[in-house]
């Protein structure tokens, strides 16, 4: 299974962009699906996750009542709509999928089907 992300871009401060995670090849067999980003020269860090079973989730403190997580399992695809954007939102953001859920943090080493990342700016 590949996962792909996309809907990155260039925003001011105070807008919005929905980024997209879909699957491809066989059908999807994780369990959570979930959304990662890097900026430069810093860890790559785990900022929200789906539960693909009951719709349970997790956000990070940087991003909760700002950012929602959501899914169209009909689609093998993920969402992730986010508000309120901030210049320290710039990263490159990843999806990768997880054969377990807790919504209490996320760890990269068990996240797998990393895709290419999408490019996000927030900049006025």
């Known amino acids: 299974v590949q996962l792909q992300a996309s809907g990155g871009g260039l925003v001011q401060p105070g807008g919005s962009l929905r980024l997209s995670c879909t699957a491809s090849g066989a059908t999807l067999k994780y369990y959570a699906l979930g959304w990662f980003r890097q900026a430069p020269g810093q860890e790559r860090e785990g900022i929200s996750c789906i539960s693909l079973s009951d719709g349970d989730t997790y956000y990070a403190d940087s991003v909760k009542g700002r950012f929602t997580i959501s899914r169209d399992n009909a689609k093998n695809t993920v969402y992730l709509q986010m508000n309120s954007l901030k210049p320290e939102d710039t990263a490159v953001y990843y999806c990768?999928?997880?054969?377990?859920?807790?919504?209490?943090?996320?760890?990269?080493?068990?996240?797998?089907?990393w895709g290419q990342g999408t490019q996000v700016t927030v900049s006025s």
């Open positions: 990768a999928g997880a054969f377990y859920f807790n919504d209490y943090d996320m760890i990269v080493s068990d996240f797998y089907s």
